[in-house]
């Protein structure tokens, strides 16, 4: 049977999300597990799948895993149990023999989240509809070999939990392509640049690329494969794993707030 996995990941200690030889990687984890549990033993003729790739340091909130096994029920019940705490599922589905992750998505959304909080979110709200449509990203990218065309379906710029981020869905995109973009907008946040700025990238001649963005702000947030999931639960070591890295940055923020204090 095929299976897709819909799977969230804190990208810190894992080198992408690619399947490295001598790195740990998400691709690798995963395919280990599955072969520890007995899913699969060769992961290509299980037909194991990604629906995006994501750099060092990156995470995923929604991104899509398949691959097709004889132990359906198998999986679904012990994936979990058995996959590295900064590594889970969040839900399942029973796909098509055919079914391709990459090919059949049809969109991808990311969120970047700012460390630095911007002076002027207004500002940056209102040039990211810039971005919106066909453009040639050449000089938001690491391009390669590749297309710089990209289609940007819908762009926005909103605040949580104290942080600004930058939301954006598109159908594919290019390697650094969203931190390079967050990178220009947090120059129009910060006053260095105006909204013109971001035109003239996309519309001026090709120059070298922006410098991207940290890709520890970076989440692949959503992946869009007309899919109809059924939830699955999360362990308890990985969330219990999330609240023991969210109180380690908590309490490093005070300690740098303490430092930086002055005793007179």
Not at 126 to 140: E, K, M, T, V, Y
Not at 193 to 198: L, S, T, V
Not at 213 to 223: K, N, R, S, V, Y
């Amino acid at each position: 049977m095929r299976l897709a996995f819909r799977v969230s990941y804190l990208g810190s200690s894992f080198f992408g999300s690619q399947m490295q030889a001598a790195c740990r990687t998400v691709e690798g984890d995963f395919v280990a597990t599955c072969q520890r549990l007995g899913l699969f033993a060769d992961w290509r003729e299980a037909g194991f799948l990604c629906s995006g790739r994501t750099d060092r340091g990156v995470h995923a909130y929604g991104q899509v895993v398949a691959f097709t096994t004889e132990f359906p029920d198998r999986a679904i019940r012990t994936l979990n149990l058995q996959l590295p705490s900064d590594c889970w599922c969040t839900a399942y589905a029973k796909m098509p023999p055919d079914f391709h992750p990459r090919y059949n998505a049809k969109s991808r959304t990311y969120r970047y989240y700012f460390s630095k909080h911007p002076r002027d979110i207004a500002a940056m709200g209102q040039a990211a509809p810039r971005f919106i449509g066909c453009h040639n990203f050449a000089n938001f990218a690491r391009i390669r070999d590749k297309n710089p065309w990209r289609n940007i379906f819908g762009i926005s710029i909103g605040e949580e939990g104290g942080f600004a981020y930058l939301e954006v869905k598109a159908e594919s995109f290019l390697w650094h392509q969203v931190r390079c973009m967050a990178a220009a907008l947090l120059l129009i946040g910060e006053g260095e640049k105006d909204e013109m700025y971001i035109s003239s990238l996309l519309e001026g001649e090709v120059k070298s690329p922006l410098q991207p963005a940290p890709a520890e702000g970076l989440i692949l947030f959503d992946i869009d494969c007309g899919i109809v999931w059924t939830p699955m639960p999360m362990a308890e070591r990985s969330t219990g794993h999330l609240d023991h890295v969210g109180e380690h940055h908590a309490l490093m923020a005070k300690v740098c707030q303490v430092l930086r204090t002055p005793d007179f």
